[in-house]
């Protein structure tokens, strides 16, 4: 029996993630959550989302906005900075960007406790090689901007780049930076700052209409295309254990057992893996003593790893 690790969650084709910049647009926030809550009734798909916090925007009605979505699994979250002021592509005092970088991310944890906060969506574009490394202290990951789809074979952990949306883009180019993630096996990465029902120009704004249009394609390249719509969270924690991992594989008398070879220092243990099997027969798998069994579809089989399993000869 042959296990390989699956470059995308669940065997997909493809990964695709929406983010939102800065948190604080309330009625907009409410447009995508309705749209969310439309998809989810009628075609069972969940989108969800990353939000950019900028912790000096945010006040008691936003918090209580952010804490409802997460609760419901529509967004997860972010750091943005403190006042979207510093610019990490310039050359702005050091000490600046790293108050900035930590007191953003020790701000947040407070608000939403609960929360991961793992990645930081840099303000005003990129960032210099010194800006990312005051980064690295504290995240796992910063999303740019520079409309490019990210090859997760060679992903640059602290530049990774975006689409870039704005109100004067079609549906046929949002549809177009999906259809590239599912064609090139890619992870196409959405910046957004708000929904807007106007049609004068915004600064990295979509129109609703054409967002509506991309939701409904969303759901249907899930259901039908083999997409990976996750949140950029998701996303980080996924290809950083596929990238570290390497698959172990032992013949046993039960079956074969399988194992990921971490590096002892990593942080997202909790994170599965997906391995497939060539096989025409369900695989049932022993995990932490409990049994699970895998359906066998077209050939082949879906397993989920986490840090070892063992699969049964059956």
Known sequence: MEFKLCKFKGGKRGAYTLTFDDGCYYD????????????????????????????????????????????KGYFD????????????????????????????LNGIKKLFPN??????????????????KILEKYYSATRCGE???????????????????MINKTDKDYIGYIDEALE??????????????????????????TFVCECDYLSKAVKEKGLWLCSFNEGIKYFKKLNESRLIITENEQGY???????????????????????????????????KVYKSKDGKAYLEIKDKITVLNN
């Open 28 to 71: 907009s926030t409410r447009d995508v959550e309705a749209i969310f809550d439309k998809i989810l009734e009628r075609d069972n798909v969940k989108l969800k989302a990353t939000v950019g916090i900028t912790l000096d925007f945010m006040h008691e009605k936003l918090i209580n906005m952010w804490r409802e979505l997460i609760d």
């Open 77 to 104: 979250i972010a750091s943005h900075s403190v006042t979207h002021c510093i610019c990490y592509a310039e050359a702005t005092e050091i000490e600046k960007r790293e108050a900035d970088a930590k007191d953003s």
């Open 115 to 132: 929360e991961e906060i793992i990645a930081f969506i840099i303000p005003n574009g990129g960032s210099t090689r010194e800006g990312r």
């Open 147 to 165: 409309e490019r789809l990210n090859d997760i074979d060679n992903l640059d952990w602290f530049n990774l780049s975006t689409y870039i949306a």
């Open 184 to 209: 090139k096996g890619g992870w196409g990465i959405q910046t957004n700052h708000w929904i807007t029902h106007k049609d004068e120009d915004k600064f990295h704004s979509q129109r609703y209409d």
């Open 257 to 291: 057992l399988l194992e990921l070879n971490l590096p002892k220092d990593f942080v997202f243990k909790d994170t599965y893996l997906t391995v497939e099997t060539n096989t025409d027969k369900d695989i049932i798998v022993i995990e932490d003593g409990r049994k």
